[in-house]
């Protein structure tokens, strides 16, 4: 019998922050549920942000494969026609196919009908978990004259729009008051998620694709004055600030772990616990200032590339844990394995692969100024392979190897040639088409 299928990505959250991967963060609810699972400790995202990662996921290709990732000339939501241009079946569709049932429910913009990854689904509801109000348009007109109240005053201010300016200060409290009482940014729509999942009908055999976006920025004391003041280079995050800020991240964590808890329930009480396969995972994580970087989107440090992988499989199956990495490239693979009566043989691999593209943003009112620094710091490709419990990373835009690790520590590259150049060669055949330079060549 095929089983139910629920994939949730809890996005933005790193690995080692949570309890069953040794990490601080306190989620009983995710051990208990790793106790009729399988937890797999080498799952490396694909990309460092939402948009490639979650197209990853739902395709089995890599962003050099199916090229709806950043450049230079694309940001954000340009790649939207890219995506609708990519000829690869979707994992909805497929599932759809085989006679499937399938929903899917999104807190996060990035993955939505208006980014086109509702194909396949015969329902796709967008939760946007940013309070809103009817003067929420004056708000973003606003925003993108500054990135505190006092730059968007002061914009206005030299316009001579001070009637803005009142209107402004209006949506901005009345925003505030709605973040207070619907418990934002700690709550981030999944309380809602969880009450639309216990009301609704289910149908089985059942496809459901959750997104759950807790663990994104903004968290309680963030400020995107200071987040944009770091990331142009006009004033650094120092490490108290960035340690506060992770802190919260972990009790967001805890908060996100209670969600589950309640999506776990209602999976137990509509009777679907047993026979679903059930996959746990991210898209990438988050960094705090461990390599002088705040959050995600460039690099692909650990704190941003290791994710978590947690798969209960149907009717209490286990399998041994195998030598290798994972990547959500490879869930496709999986769920049709298991469909099919398999084993996880198809999520491990030798190696596994993490591509950036470059900066993925375009700066707000207030830092055209700080273009040039942007450019020549985060508009880079980059590359790492991890093999054989080595991580090679390589700025391929000039020819730098930025990082080499044996099991998470540096190493003296003079020790390891041979498997310098072993990672190195196998980095340049899955370089895909994008300009990347290899060192040494």
């Known amino acids: 019998m095929e089983p139910n ?47 490639p990662s979650h197209v990853s996921l739902f395709t089995g290709l890599y962003p050099s494969e199916h090229g709806v990732h950043e450049t230079k000339k694309v940001k954000l939501l340009d790649l939207t026609k890219y995506h609708k241009a990519l000829k690869a079946e979707r994992l909805a569709e497929r599932l759809l196919r085989l006679g499937y049932n399938t929903s899917a429910i999104s807190t996060n913009a990035m993955v939505s009908p208006f980014t086109y990854f509702d194909p396949g689904f015969q329902s796709f509801l967008s939760i946007d978990p940013a309070p809103k109000n009817k003067e929420s348009d004056v708000f973003n007109k606003a925003r993108k004259l500054g990135s505190s109240p006092f730059q968007i005053a002061k914009s ?29 940014p700690l709550d981030k729509g999944s309380s809602l998620v969880n009450d639309i999942l216990s009301n609704e009908k289910w149908e089985s055999k059942f496809f459901k694709f959750i997104n759950f976006v807790e663990m994104h920025e903004p968290y309680k004391g963030y400020k995107p004055k200071e987040t944009w003041d770091n990331f142009t280079g006009i004033k650094k995050t120092g490490n108290r600030k960035a340690n506060k800020l992770k802190k919260q991240y972990i009790l967001t964590a805890e908060y996100l772990d209670s969600s589950i808890g309640n999506l776990l329930k209602t999976l137990k009480r509509r009777g679907y616990y047993d026979d679903t396969l059930l996959i746990i995972t991210s898209d990438h994580g988050q960094a705090f200032n461990e390599h002088g970087y705040m959050y995600h989107n460039t690099y692909l440090y650990d704190e941003i590339s290791h994710i978590p992988l947690i798969i209960k499989y149907p009717n209490g199956k286990k399998f041994l844990r195998r030598e290798g990495y ?55 490709v980059r590359k790492a392979i991890y093999k054989g419990g080595f991580k090679l990373t390589v700025n391929g835009s000039d020819g730098v190897v930025e990082e080499f690790l044996k099991k998470g520590r540096p190493v003296d590259e003079k020790g390891y040639l041979d498997e310098k150049k072993e990672l190195l060669e196998e980095l340049d055949i899955f370089k895909g088409k994008e300009d990347f330079k290899i060192p040494g060549t």
Not at 327 to 347: C, Q, R
Not at 351 to 366: H, I, K, M, N, Q
Not at 371 to 378: E, H, L, M, P, S
Request: hydrophobic letters at 40%; one cysteine or more.
């Open 5 to 51: 299928v629920m994939v949730i990505v809890c996005d933005t959250l790193r690995a080692d922050i949570l309890d069953v991967y040794g990490g601080e963060a306190k989620t009983p609810n995710i051990n208990k549920l790793a106790r009729d699972s399988v937890v797999y400790t080498g799952a490396i995202a694909p990309s460092p942000w939402t948009y």
């Open 156 to 184: 206005l201010a030299r316009q001579g729009k001070l009637l803005d300016i009142v209107r402004f200060y209006k949506a901005w409290r009345n925003i505030n008051a709605l973040n207070k009482a619907l418990n934002y």
């Open 326 to 380: 994972q990547s959500i490239v490879d869930i496709p693979s999986l769920i049709k394995n298991v469909m099919e009566g398999g084993d996880d043989s198809a999520l491990t691999r030798e190696t596994a692969f993490s591509e950036a593209y470059g900066d993925v943003t375009r700066l707000p009112g207030g830092y055209e100024h700080r273009r040039g620094y942007v450019v020549q710091k985060y508009e880079k």
